[in-house]
């Protein structure tokens, strides 16, 4: 067996693991999966992530944020109540939080003062963020840019980028996580090259689950789940020239220093 694997992001708020989170839990232990980060992604989803972690001490911690999606609510009481949930123990990171240009589910300028007020927090009370990116890269990292001193860590979640950006965020002394987006073959190729690239102490590994099921999976899944994340991690280990051994090795031990998680022996 290798050693423990981390996913550094996966969604088990999602309505799709409502039926049959226990089953899921267990699938992942079963496949080597040591600790799940749930991610925040709104006001209530944040909460949800925290309860959860709450209810699986040990196993699941969760991140706050506010993805840019839903930043059209970030009004009125937002940042009050983001900030409580910052305080619980179990909320390691900040985040989901960036910009998504590709899809604007809400406005751009209000996206990115939501950004900034997230980054402005995690500043603040000294946790890493968890970041968004997408078809933003330019505007996201001047945002990113203007706080990066005071923030204590980085990672840019599902990256999926090009050379270039790649260079820019590990230039930015950030950490960079990489899902099954590695397995698909219409869209993901270019990214068995870029990993070879990131330093083992800034490379993680995540599922995103329920999304980005691995394609090269056949048939492949309808909802992607955390036990897929040994999967992950053997492409991942594929592209780099390196074993499975020593990769789980490298990706858990860089995501438990960000996230200042101590996995339980045995």
């Known amino acids: 067996m290798p050693p423990a694997l981390i996913d550094i992001g996966v969604n088990l708020t999602h309505r799709s693991f409502a039926s049959d989170l226990p089953a899921v839990l267990g699938r992942a232990r079963a496949a080597g999966v040591a600790h799940m980060v749930v991610t925040g992604t709104s006001l209530s989803g944040s909460s949800h992530a925290v309860e959860l972690a709450v209810a699986h001490p040990g196993l699941l911690s969760a991140t706050a944020g506010v993805h840019p999606h839903d930043a059209k609510h970030w009004e009125g009481d937002a940042p009050a109540r983001l900030a409580q949930l910052a305080e619980r123990p179990q909320v390691l990171a900040i985040g989901e939080c960036g910009l998504d240009f590709d899809r604007d589910f809400s406005p751009r300028p209000v996206q990115e003062r939501c950004f900034a007020a997230q980054l402005e927090l995690a500043a603040t009370t000294g946790l890493p963020v968890f970041l968004h990116e997408r078809s933003a890269h330019a505007r996201f990292v001047e945002i990113l840019a203007e706080h990066r001193a005071r923030l204590c860590d980085a990672v ?33 190729l270019h990214l068995r090259e870029l990993v070879r690239s990131i330093p083992a102490n800034r490379l993680m590994i995540e599922t995103d ?48 220093a960000f996230f200042g998680l101590k996995l339980a022996a045995g």
């Open 156 to 188: 840019v979640h599902c990256f999926t980028g090009t050379r270039a950006e790649l260079h820019r965020y590990l230039d930015m002394d950030c950490h960079i996580g990489i899902t099954g987006w590695i397995c698909d073959e219409r869209r993901g």
């Open 209 to 256: 689950a329920p999304f980005l099921a691995p394609r090269d999976i056949k048939p492949t899944p309808k909802r992607n789940e955390p036990a897929l994340l040994a999967h992950v991690a053997a492409a991942v280990a594929r592209a780099r020239g390196e074993t499975v051994e020593a990769l789980a090795a490298s990706s858990t031990a860089t995501a438990g």
